[in-house]
């Protein structure tokens, strides 16, 4: 599977071009991935804290300068990510998630609904690399 990196650091409004951009190659999306990357920013300052992951049938999609937990210009980003997607997504639904969170956060599209749930093995699967490296990190 194709994985288009948008890199570290990046604004909201440099995120939401990204998105557009490439949102035709993911096809059909499967879930999306609200990651909080704070292991990886003590290794690497030049991460950025909270990733956005879009998985779809054909490519991923990852995002910084997108957040949520609060209110603010990142989780703004995110609600309308999200409401390409699911028409139904409140920002309030985007405020109200927990950050930090032991897990990423995990919505998964069941009929064109971004549905909240569990975070699982077989997601987190598909988020590695050969190796089981995240993709943010060189090869």
């Known amino acids: 599977m194709q994985i288009i990196k948008q890199g570290s650091l990046k604004s909201t409004r440099d995120a939401l071009r990204f998105f557009k951009e490439h949102f035709n190659k993911v096809d059909k999306v499967k879930y999306i991935v609200l990651y909080f990357a704070e292991r990886e920013w003590q290794l690497n300052p030049e991460l950025y804290h909270q990733y956005v992951i879009i ?32 028409p139904s997504v409140t920002f309030e639904q985007i405020e109200n998630l927990e950050w930090p969170g032991t897990y990423p956060i995990l919505f998964e599209n069941v009929e064109g609904r971004l549905s909240l749930t569990q975070f699982t093995n077989s997601v987190a699967s ?14």
């Open 55 to 86: 998985i779809g049938e054909n490519a991923q999609l990852w995002m910084s300068g997108l957040t949520w937990g609060y209110c603010g210009e990142g989780p703004y980003g995110l609600f309308e990510v999200m409401q390409m997607i699911d």
């Open 126 to 139: 598909l988020l590695c690399l050969e190796g089981c490296r995240l993709p943010w990190f060189p090869l």
